[in-house]
């Protein structure tokens, strides 16, 4: 699972930075270890010596990487973890890996898209919904819905569905 991306060098001593998605920085706590690479491809496991807070990004620094030549090899790259060692979320919580992909349906059945993404907007974060067959003829772009509790009235992971209430005149925006 993909906890921060986009590496960059900050500073001379090998430090780099990126932005955490989710709830990535509960992720990094207490952690010796975590795999920097591409989710799905190779990944390389690095020791972590510390990390810090730098507005909504993560500063790191790596055990045996001391200098920005060393840390420049891995500008670019995402820092994740194993899925086997996420931290529990409290109820009604999700990880953006369990959302996307899901079908987004109204509450009458009518399909909607697929989640693409979540796109963090510094408030409610959006479903960024590709469209489906409920999604209008002449929509093809990418809808966004806020994840709202009030309009996402139903998350079911298991049956890969979430149910939306959406309020009057949301989806008409995109021709639905």
């Known amino acids: 699972m993909t906890v921060a991306n986009g590496l960059r060098l900050r500073g001379a001593g090998g430090r780099l930075t990126a932005r955490l998605v989710a709830s990535g920085v509960d992720q990094l706590k207490g952690r010796d270890w975590v795999l920097v690479g591409r989710a799905g491809s190779q990944t390389r496991r690095l020791p972590v010596e510390e990390y810090s807070m730098y507005g909504d990004r993560v500063v790191l620094k790596f055990r045996g990487i001391d200098d920005a030549t060393g840390a420049s090899e ?24 369990q959302l996307v992909g899901l079908t987004v349906r109204t509450r009458d059945g009518r399909e909607i898209g697929k989640v693409c993404d979540i796109v963090h907007t510094g408030g409610t974060p959006l479903l960024a919904i590709e469209p489906g067959p409920g999604g209008g003829p002449s929509t093809r772009e990418e809808i966004l819905l806020p994840a709202a509790r009030s309009i996402c009235t139903a998350i079911d992971v298991a049956s890969g569905c979430i149910t939306i209430d959406p309020p009057e005149g949301l989806l008409e925006l995109y021709g639905i």
């Open 74 to 97: 891995l500008v670019g790259q995402d820092i994740l973890i194993p899925c086997n060692g996420l931290v529990d979320l409290p109820e009604g919580s999700y990880y953006i890996f």
